[in-house]
């Protein structure tokens, strides 16, 4: 569906759960947060019956995301009901990959098209340190096993951090040398734990080109990257920009948290709740929603934090 400024709003993203087994320092407060009543979340029917409206609107791809995904029970039945509504093209989930050892090879035979597994260190004590309670050997384990499954590329989501893995940027392109490893650096966001970090932790997506100026560029963006190549390699490297370059002109989604509420944008704090409502219903909110999505945000930098009223483990990134 076209919105009032001429962009096809053609992608949702739903989370399932506030949840998370998972504390990134950048994210969750290192106390968690408290599980909320059944009544107050969507149900899984609902969460279907919401994909469907959005599918009805012209959107085609749907992304799972969280909190972590892979801790909701019942993850794999959702995705199958999902991936088998008429006219979704691609059905991609946002894991932090602790879980995929187990659940990899469910979520593919259930119809998952793609996996952007979030890894930000390749060294366990900084892995420790960033997420607070996780091991990076699980993380490494459940990248093999999702490739084993069947996934053919894996997407990498390395949020950049200055003085604390600017130092790995090689590490990470050269991941992409000889498989198919789509690295994508994204840039610190001042939302939710985000927003304490200190100014030098926020660097530009530049760096990386700097420091690998042998990255070619492909001279296209998928969605939200910009994609480059270090020559020959079976792999790709995006940079994700929200904070250096803006990009709310291209922006092409929409947002459905685990509580039901659509989200516009993800940098302001409007919302509409469709929980409760019928399918038929639900489609004529995320009509207006998508009619009114606003044209861009407001700045965002280390000294203006994003207005989207909720941390990340609350929107689903
Ligand atoms: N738990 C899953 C995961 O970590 O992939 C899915 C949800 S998580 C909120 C989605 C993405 O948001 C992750 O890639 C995470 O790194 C990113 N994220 C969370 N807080 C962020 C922040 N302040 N700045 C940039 N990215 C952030
Ligand atoms: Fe959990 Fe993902 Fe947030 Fe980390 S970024 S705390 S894994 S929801």
């Known amino acids: 569906m076209i919105d009032n400024y001429g962009r096809d709003i053609?992608?949702?993203?739903?989370?399932?759960?506030?949840?998370?087994n998972l504390r990134c320092r950048y994210c969750m407060p290192e106390e968690?947060?408290?599980?909320?009543?059944?009544?107050?979340?969507?149900?899984?029917?609902?969460?279907?019956?919401?994909?469907?409206?959005?599918?009805?609107?012209?959107?085609?791809?749907?992304?799972?995301?969280?909190?972590?995904?892979?801790?909701?029970?019942g993850i794999v039945k959702l995705c199958e009901e999902i991936a088998a509504i008429d006219g979704v093209e691609e059905l991609c989930i946002t894991t932090n990959?602790?879980?995929l050892r187990k659940y990899a090879k469910r979520l593919y035979d259930a119809g998952v098209n793609r996996l952007n597994i979030s890894l930000d260190t390749l060294d366990r004590d900084k892995f420790s340190y960033i997420t607070r309670l996780g091991e990076l050997d699980d993380v490494l384990d459940g990248i093999e096993a999702a490739f084993e499954a069947g996934f053919e590329k894996i997407k990498i989501n390395t949020v950049l951090m200055g003085g604390f893995n600017d130092d790995e940027i090689e590490?990470?392109?050269?991941?992409?040398?000889?498989?198919p490893i789509e690295v994508r650096f994204i840039e610190l966001m001042p939302i939710g734990g985000g927003i304490d970090f200190d100014k030098a932790k926020f660097i530009s997506c530049q760096q990386v080109l700097q420091r690998v100026p042998e990255l070619e560029s492909l001279e296209l963006s998928d969605g939200v990257a910009s994609m480059y190549r270090l020559p020959g390699a079976a792999g790709r490297v995006g940079l994700i920009r929200p904070i250096s370059c803006e990009f709310c002109s291209g922006c092409n989604k929409i947002r459905l948290t685990?509580?039901?509420?659509?989200k516009p944008c993800l940098h302001l704090d409007a919302e509409i709740s469709v929980k409760g409502h019928t399918q038929d219903e639900m489609a004529e909110i995320m009509r207006e929603a998508i009619l009114n999505k606003p044209q861009k945000r407001e700045t965002?930098?280390?000294?203006?934090?994003?207005?989207?009223?909720?941390?990340?483990?609350?929107?689903?990134g």
Request: charged share 30%.
């Open 258 to 262: 685990a509580d039901g509420m659509l």
């Open 97 to 99: 990959g602790t879980l």
């Open 300 to 316: 965002m930098d280390a000294d203006n934090p994003s207005r989207a009223g909720r941390n990340m483990n609350r929107i689903g």
């Open 171 to 179: 590490a990470f392109v050269n991941l992409t040398k000889d498989r």
């Open 32 to 73: 968690g947060i408290e599980k909320r009543s059944h009544e107050e979340m969507m149900t899984a029917e609902e969460t279907v019956d919401a994909a469907k409206a959005a599918v009805s609107l012209g959107i085609r791809k749907i992304r799972i995301t969280g909190g972590e995904p892979l801790v909701k029970r």
């Open 10 to 20: 053609n992608y949702i993203r739903i989370s399932v759960t506030e949840l998370c």
